[in-house]
């Protein structure tokens, strides 16, 4: 049976690193080889479920332990291209060419030649190395391979090639029994990775593990750490049928993810074969290792993120089903609800899990009143927290697992440690602010805003350009938002003028790209430009010279690019927002040196183009990628319904929308939005799946849209302009740093609180504040940063929190506090959503409704 895994546990255990992080994979890619480094991650995608298969390997790797793979990286560039060139009429005549046909093809058949001699040349030298390591190294597998008798030539051929040689090995090599040197090559690879592996066991000091058969079930490690932190702390653990679900506790930063992503990343190197942070490991193979840590919502599939964490559940429950031992580690489960739920949907789900004793569960929680209810109806849970030591004021933390369940609550003193609300007392003067609207990539990655490749993103939602420069200039428009007013209205004119005019592009998108790189070329007076064009087509007929073809075909691209333009130009009106660019088309097109063009008459036009009207020509390009971008972005504001909003100035500190819903989703639910500096708070609650989510991240995008001057997806907006937008959404932990996931929700409100006590205006969003700790610590913050950052009526907030008990304490407390919700209506069993706001806070609770209506439990048991 095949292990199992998904890219959440790759991407939750740094397995190979995000955004340019440090990967466990990087630990050990030390090869020589691409091909090596290919099979390294395809070891990684692919661990192993056999436990003989899994000894087999950790015993090559330990004998090659100190070896240094013998070959030189060259020889492997000369060779895989060499072999990937099956094309027959490649193959060499086994007769020395005369000297008359060296000289018909000179340039493309010795070229050819060359790459053929040099790719000979380098195979036998590996071939030959390989057979000497062989020789002093027994390697499985190779004797085989090496003493096949068709490779008996290789080994009999001398230093010296003849033209007859080459093409006779070429023949035997790269056609006749080209799937024994791919084989060989294939081995090649793989002790590249061996001798990598085993180099990075030496001087990392990692210990080979030692797989059981799966019927043990169990796992034992002593002194296991996490390979990439420094001064790691390691732990010692046994897990047996008898203990195989782990009850992990902790204050916030206490180590709990830490530990936990350990575990994986020990039980997932084991499974490959690969040598582990410990001091010994044995270990009971299983067949595939889930986690959940860094769990972000789901917006493009409509899940929240409590409803992302049930479907989580509900996958390792389909996988458990199938009667599959698997690892699970789920850190802060259902961390996305609210305590009452969270609290029965842990009992449950942890107690369906205990009757599977052929798989380990590894869950972390803060809701620790579970713990006891467990402890009565499970005999095979295990309880350990990690402690918290005071030193005065200053939490500090061992790391070392003890037994038992926590009683430490730290959340307000971590809060307090960072200043965070005397960074809010200490407002500084409205002038220090810088010009420009920010938003950071916390921000941009929450709403999906960028992005040409990321799912959903609302950028590849406008991307219906054409040309490259198009899609250029609508990146660059993307990641530059404006701070002015004027210049804000006048973008969001042009857009309106071209979704009014329902125009489609009409240039051809390689004709543009070719007049782009012809105009890059060099530049030189007429008369070398006619000399020029001349020697090229001269050239041309003799060499087959491709140069006189590039000049040929740009300067035909620039012809058909006017052809084009001067049909296109009558449709776009000289008056509105985008004349100024039109008549400067129109000038260019009335320009008498254009009135004739031929290209028989080559090299005046090649003049003509790249040097006297070089400047005209680029900058009717940019013109052209403008169109591009104003038409794609018109023609979807005006096919989606989306409006216009207008900007005001900053003094007035106002937004108000109508209709107001996510551009990315069909036919969403839109409603009405309005703050102001007297009413600059909205603090939003609503059960799971209600779509508090979603209702902020419209706001967050309708707010940048707005900004960059785009269309948004309101009836109708009107805003001030603001210095930024910062959200906290699907804020991650940050092993790299020693974040914790609460830590990184604290982190994040410093900076918040940092930017808005600078004066600056500030659009502000917080999905489910401090939903990374215990419910009282989270009720504390709350309550404490909600208060505070009232006092800042220039910025706008939208809070979110399912801490409703909260909000009547700040209904008391604050007089420009607004409270919505978002209400669920029963249909029986069945919770349906109107995504409808309403005044007032929501007492919905529906957590555990939704985690039986998708039948987990029945799936687990």
């Known amino acids: 049976m095949r292990f199992t895994t998904d890219q959440q546990t790759l991407d939750d255990l740094s397995l190979f690193g995000k955004r340019g992080g440090a990967s466990v994979y990087a630990l050990f890619n030390r090869t020589v080889t691409l091909g090596g480094a290919k099979v390294l ?6 661990p192993l479920s056999d436990a003989e298969a899994i000894n087999r390997r950790v015993g090559l790797i330990r004998y090659l332990s100190g070896v240094a793979f013998p070959f030189r990286s060259d020889l492997f560039d000369a060779v895989e291209p060499y072999l990937a060139n099956t094309d027959e009429r490649t193959k060499l005549s086994g007769e020395e060419r005369s000297l008359g046909e060296r000289l018909t093809n000179a340039v493309g058949a010795d070229m050819e030649f060359k790459a053929i001699q040099k790719g000979v040349g380098a195979l036998l030298e590996l071939l030959h190395g390989l057979k000497a390591f062989a020789g002093s190294n027994p390697y499985p597998g190779l004797d085989a391979l090496l003493t096949n008798p068709a490779l008996e030539p290789v080994f009999s051929a001398g230093s010296k090639l003849p033209y007859a040689k080459i093409a006779a090995l070429d023949l035997l090599l790269r056609f006749r029994h080209r799937a ?4 060989l090559l294939k081995q090649l690879y793989y002790l590249d990775v061996y001798i990598a592996v085993g180099k990075a066991a030496l001087d990392l000091g990692f210990v080979f593990p030692t797989a059981l058969p799966a019927s043990a079930g169990s796992v034992r490690l002593e002194a296991v750490y996490h390979p990439l932190l420094k001064n790691a702390v ?7 049928p008898e203990n195989n679900v782990l009850f992990l506790t902790g204050a916030n930063m206490a180590g709990k993810s830490t530990f936990m992503k350990t575990l994986g990343i020990a039980l997932f190197l084991a499974h490959m074969g690969f040598p582990v942070p410990a001091l010994k490991m044995e270990f009971s193979v299983l067949d595939g290792i889930y986690t959940t840590i860094n769990l972000p919502d789901n917006l493009g599939m409509g899940a929240s993120h409590f409803y992302a964490e049930v479907l989580r559940v509900k996958k390792v429950a389909h996988e458990l089903y199938r009667s599959r031992n698997l690892f699970v580690i789920f850190d802060e489960l259902f961390r996305g609800t609210n305590v009452k739920d969270a609290y029965e949907a842990t009992i449950a789900i942890t107690e369906a899990f205990a009757g599977k004793r052929n798989s380990i569960f590894v869950i972390s929680t803060h809701i620790v009143e579970a713990a006891e209810v467990l402890g009565r109806r499970c005999n095979n849970v295990r309880f350990v927290y990690l402690p918290t030591r005071m030193n005065g004021h200053t939490p500090v933390y061992t790391y070392t697992l003890e037994e038992g369940v926590t009683a430490d609550r730290h959340g307000m003193v971590i809060i307090h440690n960072e200043r965070i609300f005397d960074v809010l007392k200490t407002p500084a003067s409205p002038g220090s602010t810088k010009k420009g609207f920010i938003a950071d990539k916390q921000t941009l990655d929450d709403l999906n805003l960028p992005g040409r490749y990321k799912p959903h993103s609302i950028y590849s939602l406008f991307n219906k350009v054409q040309t490259v420069g198009g899609e250029r200039l609508l990146d660059h428009l993307f990641r530059q938002p404006l701070s002015d007013p004027d210049a804000i209205n006048r973008r969001s004119a042009v857009f309106r003028h071209f979704a009014d005019l329902a125009l489609r592009f009409p240039f051809d998108k390689e004709a543009l790209t070719l007049v782009e790189d012809y105009l890059g070329g060099a530049q030189g007076n007429a008369l070398t430009a006619r000399v020029g064009a001349l020697r090229k087509r001269i050239t041309a007929a003799i060499m087959r010279d491709e140069a006189y073809h590039v000049l040929k075909t740009g300067v035909g691209a620039v012809v058909r690019v006017l052809e084009v333009l001067t049909k296109f130009l009558p449709l776009l009106p000289e008056e509105g927002p985008f004349g100024e660019e039109v008549r400067f088309l129109k000038e260019i097109l009335a320009d008498k040196r254009l009135a004739a063009l031929s290209l028989t008459r080559l090299g005046s036009l090649d003049h003509l183009f790249r040097n006297v009207l070089r400047p005209e020509l680029e900058k009717l390009l940019q013109c052209i990628y403008a169109l591009d971008v104003n038409i794609a972005v018109g023609n979807v504001a005006r096919e989606k319904g989306f409006s216009y909003a207008k900007a005001l100035p900053k003094e007035c500190r106002t937004f108000n929308a109508t209709a107001l819903r996510h551009p990315g989703i069909d036919k969403a639910v839109a409603n009405p939005l309005s703050l102001d500096g007297e009413n600059n708070m909205l603090f939003l609650t609503g059960a799971n799946m209600a779509g508090k989510s979603t209702f902020m991240k419209s706001f967050g995008i309708a707010v940048y849209l707005g900004h960059i001057g785009f269309p948004v997806a309101a009836e109708n907006m009107v805003f001030s302009v603001r210095d930024g937008l910062y959200s906290s959404i699907n804020v991650p932990d940050n092993l790299s740093l020693g974040y914790s996931h609460f ?9 918040v609180a ?19 700790t215990n419910v009282k610590d989270a009720y504390d913050a709350t309550l404490a940063v909600t208060e505070a950052l009232s006092a800042y009526r220039n910025c706008l907030f939208l809070i979110s929190t399912h801490i409703t008990e909260v909000g009547e304490t700040l209904g008391q407390r604050l007089d420009n506090l607004r409270f919505v919700y978002l209400p669920t209506q029963m249909d029986g069993p069945i919770p349906r959503y109107t995504y409808r706001l309403e005044p007032g806070i929501s007492a919905d609770r529906h957590g555990m409704l939704i985690i039986e209506n998708e039948q987990i439990l029945n799936l687990i048991t």
């Open 41 to 46: 991650e395809d070891m990684f995608r692919y």
């Open 180 to 183: 024994l040197v791919l084989d």
């Open 234 to 240: 390691p732990n010692s653990l046994e897990i047996t």
């Open 743 to 751: 830590y990184a929700e604290v982190l994040r409100v410093k900076q």
């Open 754 to 772: 940092e930017e808005v006590s600078a004066g600056k205006d500030l659009v502000v969003i917080f999905d489910e504040l401090f939903k990374g």
